[in-house]
């Protein structure tokens, strides 16, 4: 089952501008982090923000956590198109067995010159 | 360099036959996990262990199996009982304890029955 749920789908925007990718989850969570993906590769582990963290930042990305709500946001500032790729954000839930990371559906992001 | 090695990159299997997936990391990790990923879709939890010789089912174990006799070493092997193998497949690492880290992939294996 997807614990993380983003929106929107799919973004489009010029170089310079800011994107912005919505996350919603489900459960209680220990963190929650964000990924990066280019076409056909493994993922790149971005940014993680813990469960009484409200915000983080690093660099020209800006992670929002709100866990009444249950969603996070991510934002890219001054977007390049060298941040063209799929962004993924994925719950951390403690069980017996250990830590467990579930994905979301993922964000297409496209940045054109 | 430390890092996630997966092999092979491409792998192409008949119907009916089992197959392994390599997945090894230098970076003294405890934890390691294997997802699947369909086109366009996000990731699907296969198994995961914690610590040699101890693993979990995830949320899609059915047709999968798996073992952790090192540390180091995580293989995963799709029978022919998982329906439908055809997927990009990726492993992952990551320490353990405290209030939590990012996880570190390799550059996974895309499966293709033939």
């Known amino acids: 089952s997807q614990q993380g749920e983003e929106d929107p789908q799919a973004l489009s925007i010029q170089e310079g501008e800011n994107a912005t990718m919505n996350c919603s989850y489900k459960?209680?969570?220990?963190?929650l982090q964000w990924y990066r993906q280019n076409s056909g590769r493994g993922l790149v582990h971005l940014i993680l923000i813990r469960s009484n963290e409200r915000e983080k930042h690093s660099g020209r990305l800006r992670v929002t956590l709100d866990t009444s709500k249950k969603s996070s946001s991510l934002l890219i500032t001054a977007s390049r198109a060298a941040d063209t790729a799929s962004y993924f954000c994925?719950?951390?839930?403690?069980?017996?067995?250990?830590?467990?990371?579930?994905f979301g559906t993922g964000t297409q992001l496209k940045v054109e010159l | 360099d430390g890092g996630i090695t997966q092999s092979p990159k491409y792998l192409f299997r008949k119907e009916g036959q089992n197959v392994t997936l390599s997945c090894e990391q230098n970076l003294n990790h405890d934890a390691m996990y294997w997802y699947r990923q369909d086109p366009g879709q996000g990731l699907r939890l296969i198994y995961y262990?914690?610590?040699?010789?101890?693993?979990q089912k995830g949320d899609i174990a059915e047709g999968y199996s798996v073992s952790r006799e090192k540390k180091e070493s995580f293989p995963l092997t799709v029978t022919s009982a998982q329906k439908n193998p055809t997927a990009f497949y990726l492993c992952?690492?990551?320490?353990?304890?405290?209030?939590?880290?990012?996880?570190?992939f390799g550059s996974g294996t895309r499966l293709t029955v033939v």
């Open positions: 459960t209680s969570i220990n963190n």
């Open positions: 992952a690492s990551s320490l353990t304890g405290g209030s939590g880290y990012g996880y570190t």
């Open positions: 994925a719950t951390v839930i403690l069980t017996g067995g250990g830590n467990k990371l579930t």
């Open positions: 262990s914690q610590i040699v010789n101890d693993f």
